[in-house]
């Protein structure tokens, strides 16, 4: 089991930055795929990013790639979302995942509560 906790949400003006944080306890953090989700108002839940084990291969999105940067550090057990130049778009509750698969950008298997990110124009 992984029991996660977002942290790091909030309001910020289009333009601004924010770094979302996701605490891991239970399972080995540093054997499992992390992972950022989001959902906006009346729209499914959709991919963010994903980051491996061991840090060394990472996805995006299209609509957040070159914007957004996910990291992780395992002695913490704690991954990251550095969200530059923001949008209204971008709004959404973000959520982080985990699964035991080396990586995957759809199939997760633990979950957290979810932050509100909201971004004003």
């Known amino acids: 089991q992984v029991q996660l906790v977002e942290s790091g949400g909030g309001l910020v003006q289009a333009g601004g930055s924010l770094r979302l944080s996701c605490a891991a306890s239970g399972r080995t953090f540093s054997t499992i795929c992390m992972g950022w989700f989001r959902q906006a108002p009346g729209k499914e839940r959709e991919f963010v990013g994903a980051?491996?084990?061991?840090?060394?291969?990472?996805s995006y999105a299209d609509s957040v790639k070159g914007r957004f940067t996910i990291s992780r550090d395992n002695a913490k057990k704690t991954m990251y979302l550095q969200m530059n130049r923001l949008k209204a778009e971008d709004t959404a509750v973000y959520y982080c995942?985990?699964?035991?698969?080396?990586?995957?950008?759809?199939?997760?298997?633990?979950w957290g509560q979810g932050t509100q990110v909201t971004v004003s124009s």
């Open positions: 995942a985990a699964t035991a698969r080396w990586f995957s950008t759809s199939e997760y298997e633990y």
């Open positions: 980051i491996s084990w061991s840090g060394d291969m990472t």
